[in-house]
Every structure is written in C-alpha cells, then in structure tokens.
C-alpha cells in the first residue's frame, strides 16, 4: 500500500480504508504536530485539556482526508494544514470566550462607577457604523477573489498558510520547499497583491 499516490490512499479513506487513513496519518503526522504545538501556549493560559486539543488536531485531520477535493489546487498537505489550524483554532477561541464570559460577568462593562456612569461609556468605541461594517466585508471578499484569480497554484498555497499565521519555517517543512523559495513566492505575491490594492 506504500506505492499508492495520496489521491488514491484519500479515495480508500473516503471508501473506509482505516490501512489509508494510517498511511497518510503517518506522512502527514508531522504537520499535526506543527499546529498542536503552536497551539500549546494558548491551551496552557487557558486551561485547555490538551488530550482534547490533541483529539481536535486528529478530527481536523480526518475532516481533511474526508472533504479533500482533488479537482483544487491545493494540495493534500496544504488542505490538510488549514483544517487542522481552522479546528484547533476554533476550539481554543471557544475556550477563549467561555473564559472571557466568565470574566464579563465578574466585571461588567454596565456596572455603576463612582459618578454613576458606566465602564462602558468610558472605553466604548461609538464609531461602529454597521454600514462601513458591511462595505468593508464586501471589499475584503472583493480583494480575496481578486487575489485568488491572480496568483498560481504554488502561490495560493503560500499564501493561504501565511494567512493561517504559518512560519516561514512550518511553510517548507509543509510544502517541502527550501526557505528560498517560500522567500521567493512571498515577495511575488506581495507585488501581485499591491498590483491590485
């Protein structure tokens, strides 16, 4: 089973091979353990089981393996990367939030201060205009599709792990290029993107 190219060890995932799944776990471990280990400071500061952050980075891999289409252009080991991270990273801003629920209700932003106003008031922020809100989401997905359509493969795979806060360093080790050439890639697609800013 060792010869088998990764789309075809991903269609026997898809058909319930668990000898598949072991396979590419085993290639692909070591970029579970890349994101688990960015993670570990987060769970540390707040209390997160890291059993658990372990068993989100192995459903963020298998969620991969399951919903990999072959017909994009990223590859397994890029589409692999963003599940994970996407994962582990909603489970530690979920913890994040419980935490910080905790502390709202333990300091209330609507408590009565000394001259009877609120924190609230003195640390709101009154220039939320809903409207600028929407017209800045429409310019973001304006600009990501923009981006999308202008970069190469080689290039939207870099760029999807920067945006996913990927080191330089965690880029080569996933995509399997020198330092030299994630450089290279990053510098084109600055250009490319100030092209169109």
């Known amino acids: ?58 459903l963020g891999f298998s969620d991969a393996l399951v919903n990999y289409d ?39 932003l609507d408590a009565p201060m000394s001259d009877h106003s609120t924190l609230k008031e003195y640390i709101g922020d009154d220039s939320t205009d809903p409207g600028k809100t929407i017209e800045m989401e429409e310019n973001i997905l304006n600009l990501k599709k923009q981006i999308d359509v202008l970069l190469s493969p080689r290039e939207k795979e870099v760029y999807e792990l920067l945006i996913n806060d990927f080191s330089y360093d965690d880029i080569c080790t996933i995509l399997k290029i020198s330092q030299k050439q994630v450089y290279n890639t990053v510098a084109r697609l600055r250009e490319k993107i100030k092209s169109i800013i």
């Open 1 to 58: 089973m060792h010869e088998y190219p990764d789309n075809e060890l991903v269609n026997m995932v898809c058909e319930k091979s668990e000898d598949a799944r072991d396979l590419l776990y085993d290639k692909y471990k070591y970029i579970v353990d890349i994101i688990y280990n960015k993670y570990l400071k987060s769970a540390y500061a707040l209390s997160v089981d890291l059993n658990e952050l372990k068993q989100e980075a192995l």
């Open 70 to 108: 072959q017909d994009k252009s990223a590859s397994l080991p890029t589409f692999i990367s963003i599940c994970v991270e996407r994962r582990i990273n909603n489970y530690v801003k979920k913890a994040d939030t419980q935490k910080y629920r905790m502390l709202k209700e333990a300091y209330s």
